[in-house]
């Protein structure tokens, strides 16, 4: 019996998946003058989970995303979490540290940046405090840290 434990990751283009966000004011204050590039050069890997959303790579800052979820997740809500894995596409070209186990989830720098973002542009789409809370809202946070989050970006 033999098992292969290094498969090759198919990836796909940014772009050819979701198309416009080059013409996003929100993604163009991510990137600058460089969005189309970046957004050109993004890739893409698509994975099957019930059970995950998407994020970005800590290795070589490429894009996950979950099938189920884009097939079967809200639409705007997959939106916005596009905008908060751009900030985290940014921060990793940065050379940041995405995954700093020195903080709480909810007390990341990069995080409260990505979530800070997202936010913003939830409420300029219209969503109101309420629908930002729940967009917010996630399995892996407690009511604790929701309630820290609101608190951050003034949403109580």
Request: no cysteine.
């Amino acid at each position: 019996m033999t098992i292969i434990r290094n498969p090759k990751i198919r990836f796909r283009k940014f772009t050819d998946y979701f198309k416009g966000f080059e013409k996003v004011e929100t993604v163009k204050n991510i990137f600058g003058n460089d969005t189309t590039k970046v957004l050109d050069k993004l890739k893409v890997e698509f994975f099957s989970s019930r059970f995950s959303y998407m994020g970005v790579s800590n290795e070589d800052g490429h894009l996950m995303v979950s099938t189920y979820y884009l097939g079967h997740g809200n639409e705007g809500d997959i939106y916005l979490d596009v905008i908060h894995e751009l900030v985290h596409v940014r921060q990793f070209l940065e050379g940041k540290e995405l995954f700093d186990d020195r903080y709480a989830y909810v007390d990341r720098p990069t995080e409260i940046e990505a979530y800070s973002t997202a936010v913003n542009e939830a409420k300029r789409i219209g969503l109101t405090n309420i629908e930002i809370l729940e967009y917010l809202k996630t399995e892996w946070m407690s009511e604790k840290d929701l309630s820290k989050l609101s608190n951050i970006f003034n949403l109580a």
